[in-house]
């Protein structure tokens, strides 16, 4: 089985992702809990489908009462102007944010299940790559994961200690996976050097004991020496393909690892006004950003 190796020309430079081709291939993967989002013109009253059906009573209210009926246009036309989302994303947000510290506190105390090495050298013999270059290790990390169905990545130290500063102040954030139509939400929540990421139906339905679907792993016992963090993932097969992964994998780099200041606002107004948070605002950077757009194919 053959594996492409991609490389991304950004800032996280150095993340590389397998792919396996008959992944792209697939047929009859079932996506549970995807909710899909649409904005379309919405039709005059009267091309409502159903307007003939209450046509009579209509009119009847127009002419007997014509206060209530220009008042109940009036409101129909506020909610049309209205963001997608607007009138109960504050809420929502509120409650996400109290299930992801309570996601939080669950990590803290007991392993999740997709949580196998805790340290590198469950991964790699650190012996063994003690006298070697950054980049040598960077192509042994590189030959070991190309074998295999999964997202790695070799990250600079001081591209890492930027991530690791942001997830410190702001530990958690919602992202969007792409589908055919619309887009699947997952909370990402950082416990130390781990980010797990559990999609947001398991959230709402299961609450803390929710299951993660991806962790990424972070290894920086050769940061010091050797200037590079390296990274793996373990996938919930059930749950994600690489793909998906990856497309996950990569928002962490736009959301948490950019120099802009104006995207990671919105990490920053996820974690500490969430009042005014507006997830639209994701979809719109991602699509900008590109990431993903296969995942429509």
């Not at 200037?227 to 948490?256: H, P, R, S, W």
């Amino acid at each position: 089985m053959t594996a492409a190796v991609l490389q991304m020309s950004c800032a996280y430079r150095g993340l590389l992702a397998v792919r396996d081709r008959a992944l792209w291939l697939l047929p009859g993967v079932v996506i549970p809990g995807v909710r899909a989002f649409s904005v379309r013109p919405e039709p005059p009253l009267e091309g409502n489908p159903y307007y003939g059906k209450y046509q009579e009573k209509i009119q009847q209210l127009r002419r007997s009462k014509p206060e209530v009926f220009d008042a109940r246009m009036e409101k129909r036309s506020e909610v049309k102007r209205q963001p997608l989302g607007y009138t109960t994303q504050a809420d929502f947000v509120r409650s996400m944010e109290e299930k992801s510290k309570n996601l939080r506190s669950q990590l803290q105390r007991k392993t999740p299940g997709l949580t196998k090495e805790k340290t590198l050298s469950g991964v790699l013999n650190i012996e063994m790559v003690k006298d070697k270059t950054a980049d040598e290790i960077a192509e042994l990390w590189k030959q070991y994961f190309s074998k295999r169905d999964t997202v790695y990545a070799v990250i600079p130290g001081p591209s890492f200690d930027v991530l690791q500063h942001r997830a410190k102040t702001c530990p958690s954030f919602l992202y969007a996976l792409p589908r055919r139509e619309g887009y699947e939400f997952f909370m990402g929540q950082w416990s130390g050097t781990e980010l797990h990421f559990t999609t947001l139906i398991n959230i709402q339905t299961i609450g803390e004991t929710a299951p993660s679907q991806l962790v990424l792993h972070h290894y920086c016992e050769l940061q010091e020496e050797k200037g590079i963090v390296l990274m793996k993932t373990d996938i919930d097969t059930t749950f994600l393909n690489v793909t998906e992964a990856q497309c996950l994998a990569n928002q962490v780099q736009l959301f948490y690892g950019t120099s802009n200041a104006e995207i990671f606002k919105l990490v920053e107004t996820f974690n500490h006004n969430p009042g005014n948070f507006k997830y639209m605002s994701v979809i719109a950077q991602l699509e900008q950003s590109g990431i993903g757009a296969e995942l429509r194919s």
